[in-house]
Each structure stands twice: as structure tokens, then as C-alpha cells.
């Protein structure tokens, strides 16, 4: 028998699921909050925090914007109802905003990442991602660098 969770381990609104390596990995130009097509038992795995954004980016097709390997566990009070946890899920965003990121991530280098994942005010799951291309070695380097110099300033 599956564990019973209580209402007090839920979240209503908030951060789930941070990807802190996407700034690191990428160069990120333009961010966007996209909705998520998801299932109910997915949905209620998200409101306990089993969520997982490494490895996690975009793709396309037909016109329309995909995530891929958005890890989602399955939820254990789930009943007959299931889903797959790393099935692709459709981002919800407005044309205009499918079009300019599509023509971006067809021009070479550019990736779409996921950057966080949240519940807003109204209770909706909602994914932040970034839109950017592939640092080299040496700019993650420099990046280590500045985040070195800056944790030194704030001691003294």
C-alpha cells in the first residue's frame, strides 16, 4: 500500500524544481514562462516536489514546442491512472513567442533549456526557460572565476 500523504505536504504555490546548471551550461539570451500540458497524476506528483529539470531541454515539431526528459515521478496514490515520467510535454506559449524561438533554435548553436520550474498565484505549473547557446570551456571558466571574486567581496 502506497504511503498517505497529508494536505500540509502539498504546495500550492511556489518553486518545485530549479535547473541551476543552465546558466552555467548556456549562454542565456531570453527567457520565456511557458504552461505545461500535463495529466492529473502528474500534476499532483508536482504539488509534493518530485520533480526533477537535469538534462532537460526543448525540441520541435509541427509547429509546436516539446520539453524532453522533464522528470516527473509517478504519483503512488495514483490508482489505475499512470503516466510515463519522462514523456515529451507540451509547452503552452503564444505564437508569436513558438515562432521567434523556433527560427532561433533552427540557427545553429542555439538550445532551449529549462531553468525552473513553479506553481503561480493561481495554482498553475509553469516552466521558465532560457533560450541561448552552448558556452565553450573557457566562458565557463570565466564564469567560475566572477562567482569567486564576487564571494570574496561579500566577506570583506
Known amino acids: 500500500m502506497a504511503k498517505k500523504e497529508k494536505k500540509s505536504d502539498f504546495i500550492a504555490t511556489g518553486q518545485i524544481a530549479v535547473n541551476r546548471r543552465a ?5 542565456i539570451e531570453e527567457t520565456f514562462i ?3 500540458e500535463l495529466k492529473g497524476t502528474e500534476v499532483k506528483s508536482l504539488r509534493l516536489g518530485k520533480a ?15 520539453i524532453e526528459n522533464l522528470k516527473i515521478e ?3 496514490n495514483k490508482g489505475y491512472e ?9 509547452l503552452l506559449l503564444t505564437r508569436h513567442e513558438i515562432d ?5 533554435m533552427s540557427k545553429k548553436g542555439y538550445s532551449l533549456v529549462a531553468k525552473r520550474l513553479f506553481f503561480d498565484n493561481r495554482g498553475r505549473a509553469k516552466l521558465e526557460v532560457g533560450l541561448g547557446k552552448g558556452k565553450k570551456l573557457y566562458d565557463k571558466r570565466e564564469s567560475i572565476k566572477e562567482r569567486e571574486v564576487s564571494r570574496k567581496l561579500k566577506e570583506y
Do not use: P
Not at 100 to 104: A, N, V, W
Open 23 to 27: 546558466t552555467f551550461d548556456y549562454a
Open 34 to 36: 511557458a504552461g505545461l
Open 52 to 66: 526533477s529539470l537535469t538534462d532537460t531541454y526543448g525540441s520541435y515539431d509541427n509547429g509546436e514546442l516539446f
Open 74 to 76: 509517478e504519483y503512488a
Open 82 to 90: 499512470h503516466h510515463d515520467a519522462n514523456r515529451k510535454k507540451k
Open 100 to 104: 521567434k524561438i523556433i527560427g532561433l
